[in-house]
Structures are given as structure tokens and as C-alpha cells.
């Protein structure tokens, strides 16, 4: 079974490959630095050859509604179009939980990603497609996105984020299974407040700002209900606490990575 991981230089994407080689199955990484570029086309036909999956990870580096959805709906046309052509018989992509709700309330990058899925589901080729909560990994971002001055400025949405090696298990495992032709929600073990989860990663990280609570504060341009982040009753709950992760060698790593 050969896999395609498109975006798979990036943070989920170079585990997504590692763990699908570990199953001794062939996989290319297709990215922008590896002469592929799903956006343009560049390098698609034959990274695709011979395919049985394609696995989507890759991300639109606008998150306002107008530059993510042409950043999504190109790519994701154009995966769709060489992936048939090749005779790909899987399809795999990464979003988020939330999705379709953000989707319908507030619009923005929520509403690309929606009619990415839209797309997917509308496309010939079986799918599946993986909702995940917010990575870790990602808290710092989630901070620098909501700071003001010395304060980062957050809502109290409740939140059941992962780890990004448990993201990329998820993904990877989904790959090499069966396609679902519907959506497998992802998450981590325990619930948090936004605003403390982030609290704790700056504590962590003995970064100096302080978390504020702020009812009106928004989340990447949208407002969050107190649950439009949490996943479903099915979800599959995966095992990296946050606790854990905070002690543990990715976030020491993580750390190298975005600071070093």
C-alpha cells in the first residue's frame, strides 16, 4: 500500500510518515520542499503515481475566510482530480472539531475548512475524514494570536485538546484502515478552559504574560460558545495527558523548535 502524506514535512505530517514507514509500508512525503506543491500542482502526478491513499495534513497559511478558502478548495480540487486520475482509493484529511459549527455561527477560516470537507465528501473517491482538537503544540500560537501588550486575552470556551504524536497515530492508523466515508473525531483525555490551558503552557514555558479571562475575546476572528470545541459522543479519546506532555521530551523539543 503506498501512501502519500501531502504536507509531510510539517508537524503532523513527518510523524504521520515515520509511523506509516514503521508499518513497512512505501510513503512519500509531499510538500513544498520535497518538489510537490498541492496549491500550483507542481510535482502532483508523480508523487501520486501508483498510490492506493493520500493523506491531506497541509494547512493554509491565512486563517481569514477569502485566503483559506482558496488555499483549501484549489488544493483539495486538485488532490481529488490527480488522486482519481492515479486511482487512489482513500482519501485522508486532517480538520478540525468544531468545524461545521464555526462554520455556520462565525464564518472565517471555520467556513473554508467546512466546504473543504464539503468537497471531499462530494468527490468519487472513498474518505475519511479526521476532526481533531487543538495540538499542544499549538498553545503558543493560540497565545501570540490573543496578546495584547503583556496580556493574552481568552475565553473560557472549554477546550479537550491533544498531543500531535497522538493526532499523527490517529491519522496514520485512519490511512491504513478502511475509508470511514464520514467524518472520526479525536481527542485528548481531559477538559480545560481555554484561558487556564494556556495559562499553564505559559507557566510551563516561563513565558512572562498573564492569561486574562475576557467573555468577548475571540478565537482567530471568531466567537467561541462554551462547548462549540468539544467533540461529539463518539469520539475516540486518545492517551497523552497534557500534564504528561508538559514534563516529557516533545515539549522539550517543541520548545527547541519554536524558540532555538
Given amino acids: 500500500m503506498k501512501v502519500v502524506v501531502v504536507g509531510g514535512t510539517g508537524l503532523i505530517g513527518a510523524r504521520v510518515v515515520r509511523i506509516i514507514a514503521g508499518h513497512g509500508h512505501p510513503v512519500v512525503a509531499a ?46 480540487l486538485n488532490l481529488l482530480t490527480y488522486g482519481a486520475a492515479a486511482g487512489v482509493g482513500h482519501h485522508v484529511a486532517l480538520s478540525v472539531v468544531g468545524t461545521d459549527r464555526l462554520a455556520a455561527s462565525e464564518r472565517g477560516y471555520f467556513r473554508a475548512k467546512f466546504e473543504q470537507e464539503q468537497l471531499i465528501k462530494a468527490a468519487n473517491t472513498p474518505f475519511t475524514i479526521v476532526h481533531a482538537t487543538q495540538f499542544f503544540e499549538f ?10 501588550g503583556a496580556h493574552v486575552r481568552l475565553s473560557r470556551a472549554m477546550v479537550q485538546p491533544m498531543a ?9 492508523n485512519v490511512a491504513i484502515g478502511a475509508p470511514e466515508n464520514g467524518i472520526v473525531e479525536f481527542a485528548g483525555p481531559d477538559v480545560f478552559t481555554l484561558d487556564d490551558l494556556v495559562a499553564r503552557r505559559l507557566e510551563a514555558q516561563r513565558d512572562s504574560r498573564s492569561v486574562v479571562a475576557d ?30 506532555w508538559l514534563k516529557g521530551p516533545a515539549m522539550r523539543q517543541h520548545l527547541i523548535t519554536t524558540e532555538g
Fill in 139 to 148: 498553545l503558543g500560537s493560540i497565545a501570540d494570536e490573543a496578546t495584547h
Fill in 215 to 244: 467573555p468577548l475575546a475571540r478565537y482567530f476572528g471568531n466567537n467561541l460558545g462554551e462547548d462549540e470545541l468539544l467533540p461529539g459522543a463518539g469520539v475516540v479519546i486518545t492517551p497523552t495527558r497534557f500534564e504528561d
Fill in 31 to 76: 510538500a513544498r520542499a520535497t518538489g510537490v506543491n498541492s496549491f500550483t500542482g507542481e510535482g502532483l502526478e508523480d508523487a501520486l503515481s501508483g498510490a492506493n491513499v493520500v493523506v491531506d495534513v497541509s494547512n493554509s497559511s491565512y486563517t481569514d475566510e477569502e485566503g483559506a478558502r482558496e488555499f483549501f478548495e484549489t488544493s483539495t
Fill in 164 to 172: 500531535a504524536d497522538d493526532v499523527a497515530s490517529a491519522v496514520a
